[in-house]
C-alpha cells in the first residue's frame, strides 16, 4: 500500500507475517519514553528497513499463519471472489539486507526477541517491561453469519432491505484491515512497541459501507493525559504522516479536541481514517458492542454487562477483550414484536416517555435510570452513561437549539410512521439503497 516507505517492507517473512495484534500485550511506555520519541521522528534513519527474527519457542517450529487470516477455514463470500488485486492484502520484499540490530526491551519466550533499529537513546533503560505472549491467530474479523427475521409486514421488510443494502461488505472490513496493519508498522518507528487497533463501527457489527475507520494508538495500558501526552504524541503522528506518507496519506489534520485525533483519508482505499491515543474504552466497547450484534442477534436484549461481568470487567488486559464474545452464550427472546413495530415502540419511547430533564440512557442497565448530580451531569441536553467508565457520551450536544431539533425529529418521525407505516416517510429509502 505504501511502496515508498518502511510500510513496504515488512518485519516477518511472507510465511510469519503478524496480521492480527489483538495477541499481543502492548509493553508500558513510561513519560520518558514518550518524550524521547519526537527525538526518534527527527533522528531516526527511516530508510533502513524494520527486520524481525523468525520467531520459534523453544523447539517448536515457527507459528505458521494463514496467508488470508482474517477468513480462514471458511468458503469465500460472495464479494470477495472479484476483489481487485489492490483489494487484498500485500506483500512486499525489501531489497535491502542489513543487519538486524536486536532490542533488548521486550524479552520473549526462549530468550527469542525482536529485532529492531535502536530508535531511542542507547542510555535509557524503561522502568518497566513486560513480556509478550507468543503469536496465535485469533479470527475476530471474521464475519459472523446471522439468521435476519422473517419480515411478515412492509414496514419490516423495508427494513430488513436498508440494512441488507447498507451493512459493511467483508471485502470494506478488508481494506480497513490492511491499513490498520500497516500503519502500525509505521507509527512504531515513533513508539515501537506502540500497538495500533482497529475499533468503533468497522468491527462492532453495526458499520456501514460509508462507514469511516476509527484507529486507537495505545502507547500504554494506563490513561494518558489527552490534553498533553496525547496531543504531543498525535503532533508526532501527524507530522510523520504529512513528510512520510503524504503519497498515500491525503488531507492529515490534527483536532484538538477533548480527546484529541488525527483525521485522514488513505489514497489506496479510499477510507476515512480518525486516529486517536489511549482511548482504551473504545477498544472495550467495540467488543461489548460486537457481543450484542452477533451472538445476541434478538430483538430485545438483555444487560450482558450484568449477567456476565466476568467477561466484560474494565480491568481485563487490551490483549483479551476480544474474547469476551466467545464467552456469552446465545439469548432468546420472549418478545414477539416484529422490526415495525419495534421501531415504532423505539420512537414513541423518547418522543413522549423518556424525561430528557431527570433521566440518562444506561446501557449497562438496559433502562433509563437517574442521572447522577455531578458537575458533567448538570445543564446536559442529553446524558448517556459510558457502559465502563460511567462518563457522558452525549456531551458533544451542548446547544439547545439542536437538541430541540433532535426531539422535534423523534415527534415528527414517531407520527409519521405511525400513520403510513412506509420507511419512506421518514427516510429516503430508495435513494440510500441506489447510493450502496
Avoid at 44 to 54: I, K, T
Avoid at 236 to 262: D, M, N, W
Avoid at 299 to 319: D, G, N, T, V
Wanted: proline share 8%.
Amino acid at each position: 500500500m505504501f511502496p515508498n516507505s518502511i510500510l513496504g517492507r515488512p518485519p516477518f517473512t511472507p510465511n510469519h507475517q503478524q496480521h492480527n495484534f489483538f495477541a499481543l500485550s502492548p509493553t508500558l511506555y513510561s513519560h520518558q519514553q514518550l518524550i524521547d520519541a519526537q527525538f526518534n521522528f527527527q533522528n531516526a534513519d527511516l530508510s533502513r528497513a524494520v527486520s524481525l527474527q523468525q520467531l520459534t519457542y523453544g523447539n517448536v517450529s515457527p507459528i505458521q499463519t494463514s496467508t488470508s487470516p482474517l477468513f480462514r477455514g471458511r468458503k469465500r463470500l460472495s464479494d470477495e471472489k472479484n476483489l481487485p488485486l489492490d483489494g487484498k492484502r500485500q506483500r512486499f520484499h525489501s531489497p535491502h539486507q542489513e543487519p538486524t540490530i536486536v532490542n533488548h526491551i521486550v524479552p520473549l519466550s526462549g530468550e527469542r526477541r525482536y529485532s529492531m533499529p535502536p530508535l531511542f537513546h542507547t542510555h535509557y533503560v524503561p522502568d518497566i517491561v513486560r513480556c509478550v505472549p507468543p503469536f496465535r491467530e485469533i479470527p475476530i474479523l471474521e464475519p459472523r453469519e446471522i439468521t435476519l427475521p422473517e419480515a411478515k409486514d412492509k414496514l419490516s421488510q423495508q427494513i430488513l432491505e436498508l440494512f441488507e443494502a447498507c451493512q459493511q461488505q467483508v471485502s470494506d472490513l478488508k481494506k480497513k484491515e490492511l491499513c490498520r496493519t500497516q500503519l502500525q508498522r509505521e507509527i512504531q518507528l515513533l513508539f515501537p512497541q506502540s500497538r495500533l487497533f482497529l475499533v468503533g463501527s468497522s468491527l462492532n457489527g453495526f458499520g456501514t459501507r460509508s462507514s469511516d475507520g476509527d484507529l486507537c494508538l495505545v502507547v500504554k495500558e494506563e490513561p494518558v493525559n489527552q490534553k498533553t501526552e496525547a496531543r504531543h504524541i498525535l503532533t508526532l503522528v501527524h507530522k510523520h504522516f504529512c513528510t512520510r506518507l503524504s503519497g498515500y496519506i491525503e488531507r492529515p489534520q490534527l483536532i484538538r479536541a477533548k480527546v484529541p485525533i488525527v483525521k485522514f483519508r488513505d489514497k489506496v482505499s479510499c477510507v476515512e481514517f480518525d486516529l486517536n491515543v489511549n482511548n482504551i474504552v473504545g477498544i472495550r466497547n467495540t467488543f461489548l458492542l460486537r457481543t450484542y450484534a452477533y451472538p445476541l442477534p434478538e430483538p430485545i436484549l438483555p444487560s450482558i454487562q450484568k449477567i456476565y461481568p466476568e467477561s466484560f470487567s474494565p480491568a481485563i488486559q487490551l490483549h483479551l477483550v476480544h474474547q469476551a464474545p466467545c464467552n456469552v452464550p446465545p439469548y432468546l427472546s420472549k418478545n414477539e414484536s416484529n422490526l415495525g413495530d419495534l421501531l415504532l415502540g423505539f420512537l414513541k419511547y423518547y418522543a413522549t416517555e423518556f424525561d430528557w430533564n431527570s433521566q440518562m440512557i444506561s446501557v449497562r442497565e438496559a433502562k433509563a435510570i437517574p442521572r447522577p448530580d455531578g458537575i458533567e451531569w448538570r445543564n446536559k441536553y442529553i446524558c448517556v452513561e459510558e457502559p465502563f467508565d460511567g462518563t457522558n457520551t452525549a456531551r458533544a450536544v451542548h446547544e439547545k437549539q439542536k437538541f430541540d431539533i433532535i426531539k422535534d425529529q423523534f415527534l415528527k418521525s414517531w407520527h409519521r410512521l405511525k400513520n403510513k407505516r412506509d420507511l419512506n416517510s421518514i427516510l429516503p429509502l430508495r435513494a440510500a439503497i441506489l447510493q450502496r
